[in-house]
């Protein structure tokens, strides 16, 4: 699949536009989604990321969970360190917003503590975060 290479090269734009295209074939597909999730957060599309990541997690939390950065070869570390160490083009809600979303790529207690963050001005995170502490209550059973 020709966005999974551009994908996995960091050409985002370029893969997203492909794999909006495979998302059109197969809409439930898990890998797209999550892909574009990256894609859409590195293009400055945040709330169109953060649409799909709220039914992704939704539906399956665990696609995402479980991803392994260095077998998936997730592109999430070097872009939350970016996000993290740099200016960017986000305002400071979104930046919180798009590091909620990749890291729990990583690490779902930094992903639930800038949801947490958001949801005491913005209501609309309570669900993630509710979602996230059941989540995390379940792993460390």
Request: charged content about 30%; glycine content about 2%; some cysteine.
């Given at each position: 699949?020709?966005?999974?290479?551009?994908?996995?090269?960091?050409?985002?734009?370029?893969?997203?536009?492909?794999?909006?295209?495979?998302?059109?074939?197969?809409?439930?597909?898990?890998?797209?989604?999550k892909?574009?999730?990256?894609?859409?957060?590195?293009?400055?599309?945040?709330?169109?990321?953060?649409?799909?990541?709220?039914?992704?997690?939704?539906?399956?939390?665990?696609?995402?969970?479980?991803?392994?950065?260095?077998?998936?070869?997730?592109?999430?570390?070097?872009?939350?360190?970016?996000?993290?160490?740099?200016?960017s083009?986000?305002?400071?809600?979104?930046?919180?917003?798009?590091?909620?979303?990749?890291?729990?790529?990583?690490?779902?207690?930094?992903?639930?503590?800038?949801?947490?963050?958001?949801?005491?001005k913005?209501?609309?995170?309570?669900k993630?975060?509710?979602?996230?502490?059941?989540?995390?209550?379940?792993?460390?059973?």
């Amino acid at each position: 699949m020709l966005g999974n290479q551009y994908f996995l090269t960091r050409k985002y734009h370029e893969a997203l536009s492909e794999l909006e295209t495979s998302l059109k074939k197969n809409p439930t597909s898990k890998p797209i989604r999550k892909k574009l999730i990256i894609c859409y957060v590195k293009t400055g599309k945040l709330y169109t990321a953060l649409e799909i990541f709220e039914k992704l997690i939704v539906e399956d939390v665990y696609c995402i969970i479980n991803t392994d950065p260095i077998l998936d070869d997730c592109p999430c570390p070097e872009i939350i360190y970016e996000l993290e160490n740099t200016s960017s083009y986000f305002d400071e809600k979104e930046k919180s917003i798009a590091l909620g979303i990749l890291w729990l790529y990583c690490d779902i207690k930094h992903s639930l503590n800038h949801f947490i963050l958001l949801s005491l001005k913005d209501k609309r995170f309570e669900k993630i975060v509710e979602l996230l502490r059941t989540k995390t209550k379940q792993t460390q059973r």
